[in-house]
């Protein structure tokens, strides 16, 4: 099984929008990112050291690799067009289930941001990606990020807790996660505001 390959995506809900990251995100990015500890803590990645980093990733919003695609998104307000934080959904390894990731401009929380980008990436990866599964780890302590899934009808999974090393010490992670099923069963019939999906 392999995932179906994106050539173009952008899906709005009422407040943001995800479409594909761009070059053009990094040097935002970039400010919002280097030394925040308030969001690089809650992360496995350590963040960038330069912005060609963010430049080189974001160029590849599509990452086709041996093991699967992996698809990385911008989180714009559908407004103003202002740049949010970012959503991956990483299929690599693990075809079919997306391992769904984000981080959302300190400045912005608490404005249910990233509760909309994860219902607006449900509906990408399920209604057109074939996933069967949408999963996420959350660091021990991250109340907002496991509030964030829960509210998409995610379930936690004592299971799967696992330990990962962050800053040179193993910390603690929660696995949340929800089937196609149970995504059809609470969306029904659901479209996003405007949507534009291509692919290959
Ligand atoms: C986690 C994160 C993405 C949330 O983004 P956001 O746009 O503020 O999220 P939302 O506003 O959609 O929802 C946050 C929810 O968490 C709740 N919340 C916030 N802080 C909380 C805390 N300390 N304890 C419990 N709940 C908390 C909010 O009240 C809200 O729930 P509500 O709508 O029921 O009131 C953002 O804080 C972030 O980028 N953190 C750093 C990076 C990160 O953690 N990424 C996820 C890694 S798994």
Redesign the pocket.
């Known amino acids: 099984m392999s995932t179906p390959l994106l050539v173009a995506a952008l899906v709005e809900g009422e407040r943001v929008r995800l479409r594909e990251a761009r070059e053009s995100d990094a040097a935002t990015a970039f400010d919002l990112l280097h030394g925040n500890h ?2 690089l803590d ?2 496995i990645w350590d963040g960038p050291n330069e912005v060609d980093e963010l430049r080189e990733w974001y160029a590849m919003w599509r990452n086709d690799t041996p093991g699967g695609t992996n698809y990385h998104f911008a989180i714009e307000d559908r407004a103003e067009g202002t740049f949010l ?1 970012t959503l991956g959904i990483r299929f690599e390894g693990h075809a079919g289930q997306g391992d769904v ?4 401009r ?1 400045d ?9 980008a994860v219902r607006l990436a449900n509906w990408l990866g399920f209604r057109h990606l074939q996933s069967v599964l949408h999963y ?4 021990v302590g ?4 496991a ?2 899934l829960v ?1 998409n009808g995610y379930v936690e999974d004592e299971a799967g807790a696992s330990k990962v090393a962050k800053g040179g010490e193993l910390v603690e992670r929660r696995f949340f996660s929800i089937s196609r099923r149970a995504w059809a069963a609470r969306e029904g019939s659901w479209e996003p505001r405007f949507s534009v999906v291509e692919l290959e």
Do not use: M, P, Q
């Open positions: 308030d969001v809650w992360l934080g990731g984000y981080w959302v300190s912005a929380w608490g404005r249910g941001i990233a509760t909309e996420a780890t959350v660091f991250n109340d907002a990020s509030r964030v509210k």
